[in-house]
């Protein structure tokens, strides 16, 4: 993408990008230092969508900046910290980065791509692990949608796992904007054979 930050460039004065994390259905991920606190790394999440449509787009920024701020509420050790909601402009282009700590570690999905076996012992103990996090979420009225390997990171430091990638985002964007203009976006929320089969049929 021709919009891709490179590795260098300052957001705000303050964030320094390292590289490139990947890319999702509304924007790009990039790992950056922060110069405020002592260059600890974190997470910058752009704010894209492939859009056409001024009012999607609008609608769309309006959800985001919503959700951003109920992320904000989230305070549980296995959650990447929520730090702000960030408007920049370089160039002639605007930009919407919602800030989060960085977690290091790999997916579950990573870890088994590259071989790694999990025993039923192992399962158990994610499970174990896990459940709390799921349930401190959902006192707060919060469901995750997209609980799968590729959105758990087994972070380095404790060998816990770490609840990552909210997937209520994208489907609060997506809903809105197939109510208010009829169109329907080619995207889906949670990975079949990890989400139940009526989320994937009706959302």
């Known amino acids: 993408m021709s919009n891709t930050l490179k590795p260098g460039a300052i957001i705000k004065d303050r964030y320094?990008?390292?590289?490139?994390?990947?890319?999702?259905?509304?924007?790009?991920?990039?790992?950056?230092?922060?110069?405020?606190?002592?260059?600890?790394?974190?997470?910058l999440k752009e704010f894209a969508p492939q859009l056409q449509n001024n009012y999607e787009l609008q609608k769309a920024q309006e959800l985001f900046e919503r959700e951003a701020g109920m992320l904000y509420q989230l305070r549980h050790n296995q959650i990447p910290c929520f730090?702000?909601?960030?408007?920049?402009?370089?160039?002639?282009k605007n930009y919407l980065f919602l800030v989060q700590d960085y977690v290091e570690g790999l997916t579950y999905h990573q870890l088994l791509v590259q071989g790694q076996k999990f025993r039923e012992a192992d399962v158990i103990k994610l499970l174990q692990d896990i459940l709390p996090v799921?349930?401190?979420?959902?006192s707060k009225q919060i469901i995750h949608r997209d609980i799968s390997p590729d959105n758990l990171i087994k972070r380095n430091s404790d060998n816990k796992p770490v609840l990552i990638d909210f997937g209520c985002v994208k489907e609060m964007v997506t809903t809105a904007?197939?109510?208010?203009?009829?169109?329907v976006i080619g995207t889906q929320v949670g990975k079949?054979?990890?989400?139940?089969?009526?989320?994937?049929?009706y959302g």
């Not at 994390?21 to 991920?29: H, I, V």
């Not at 079949?192 to 049929?201: C, F, K, V």
């Open 16 to 43: 320094t990008i390292l590289g490139d994390l990947g890319q999702g259905t509304f924007g790009r991920t990039y790992l950056a230092e922060d110069a405020n606190r002592y260059q600890e790394r974190c997470v």
């Open 83 to 92: 730090r702000e909601l960030l408007r920049t402009s370089i160039g002639r």
């Open 134 to 138: 799921l349930d401190y979420i959902h």
């Open 177 to 183: 904007i197939v109510q208010s203009t009829g169109h």
């Open 192 to 201: 079949r054979g990890y989400s139940p089969d009526e989320q994937l049929r």
